[in-house]
C-alpha cells in the first residue's frame, strides 16, 4: 500500500543523512520512495519541499522524512502546503511530541546539526508514536486551509 | 516605525516565556506588539500564529516570535502564508542561521521546551544577525508563492 510508503528527500546538506535514514527503513522492511538530491551538487531546498508535497498530494507516499543543513528551510518551504504538517525536530522528545499533538506527517530534520543516533531516534519515534487526537484535531483541522 | 516593532503571541504553553522576551525587548529599547494569549487557559496554536501573520501583512509588525508548547505547532500554522518565513529554533546556532540563510521574520521558540537562558541567546541572535542574500535569496523566492 502505498500509504505505508515513506518518501525521503534532502538538498545537498542532507544526502548522507538521508542515505543513513534510507537504509534503515528498508532493513526495517518499510516501503521507500527516494525523492533525491543525489551528490553533493548544490539545489535548492524548496524544490525538494515540492517534491515531497505532490508524493503525498498524489498518495505515492503516506509520511515522509525531509532534510536540508539546519530543516529551517525545507520545513518552512514544506508547510506551505496546507495537507502537510512538517515538523522541525531537535530530539526525541520533540519527535514523540510532534506526532500526539500535531498529527505530523512529515519528519524534518537537519543534516549538519543532528548526529546519526540522535536522527535514528527521532525516526523511530515518528513512525512509532500514535496521534492523541481530541483538542488537538480541531487545532490541525484549523491549519488545513490554504492561505495567501 | 512599525517595521522596527517586533510582536509576540503564543499559546497557553507559552505565555511565561513570552512575559521574559516581552520584557528583554522593552529593556533594550524595542516596541512591542503583545498579540497574547494572556492566562493559563487553553486556546487554539494556529489562531495566534493568524494573528501574527496580519500583524505582518499590515505593516503593524516587522518581526515577530511566536511561542507554544513545542513551537511545532505554531510553526506549522505560521508557515502556512506565504510571506511568513517562521525557523523554529533549538539553540543560538540555528537562530543565527535562519537569518543568515533564511531570512526568517519569525522566530519560533517552545516554551515547554527550552530555557529562558537559550531562548534569550536565540531572540539576540535573530535580532541581530544580517542576511546573507546570494543563494540564498533564490530559494527564498521559491517559496513566496501560495499553495494549495
Not at 5 to 28: M, P, R, T
Amino acid at each position: 500500500m502505498s500509504s505505508d510508503v515513506i518518501a525521503l528527500a534532502s538538498d545537498h546538506g542532507g544526502v548522507e543523512l538521508k542515505s543513513l535514514l534510507k537504509q534503515e527503513l528498508l532493513q526495517a522492511g518499510h516501503g521507500v520512495l527516494d525523492l533525491g538530491t543525489e551528490g553533493s551538487a548544490s539545489v535548492d531546498y524548496p524544490d525538494f519541499a515540492e517534491a515531497m508535497a505532490e508524493a503525498i498530494r498524489q498518495g505515492a507516499a503516506g509520511r515522509g522524512v525531509l532534510i536540508c543543513g539546519t530543516g529551517i528551510g525545507i520545513s518552512i518551504a514544506a508547510n506551505r502546503y496546507p495537507f502537510i504538517r512538517a515538523a522541525l525536530v531537535a530530539d526525541v522528545t520533540t519527535a514523540r511530541l510532534s506526532r500526539q499533538h500535531n498529527d505530523a506527517n512529515v519528519l524534518v530534520l537537519g543534516g549538519r546539526t543532528m548526529g546519526a543516533e540522535v536522527a535514528r531516534d527521532c525516526l523511530k519515534a515518528f513512525l512509532e508514536t500514535p496521534f492523541e487526537g481530541g483538542r488537538h484535531q480541531r487545532r490541525i483541522d484549523k491549519m488545513g486551509l490554504a492561505r495567501t
